[in-house]
């Protein structure tokens, strides 16, 4: 995994475990890689994996079983997509809708593109 500079390591491991989840690589109650596993995967610190599991399960992504490990839970998947429907709702669409308006780009220009990529 290649490491964004811009951005917190631990929260770009939350988010390569939900792209995991979402590609349905790691499956509902299935145990996921332990902290000192993904740390060495990763070659990252133990406790920047642990930062991103405590975030994961304050999310009720994923779950820790004590003694067993981290799984992922049940609803996990539809819990990913309303966080990052919300979040492109909240940050990404605004973003896009003043890009839109200060090229002049009309919505019926958007519906075309969107119509000929689908």
Known sequence: MQFN???AIYLQITEFVMEKILKKEWLADQKIPSVRDLGGE????PNTVMRAYDILQQQEIIYNKRGLGFFVATDAKS???ALRKKQFIDVELPHFFNTIDLLGISLEEINFYYQKQH
């Open 5 to 7: 500079s811009e951005k």
């Open 42 to 45: 990763l070659e990252v610190n």
């Open 79 to 81: 819990s990913i997509v």
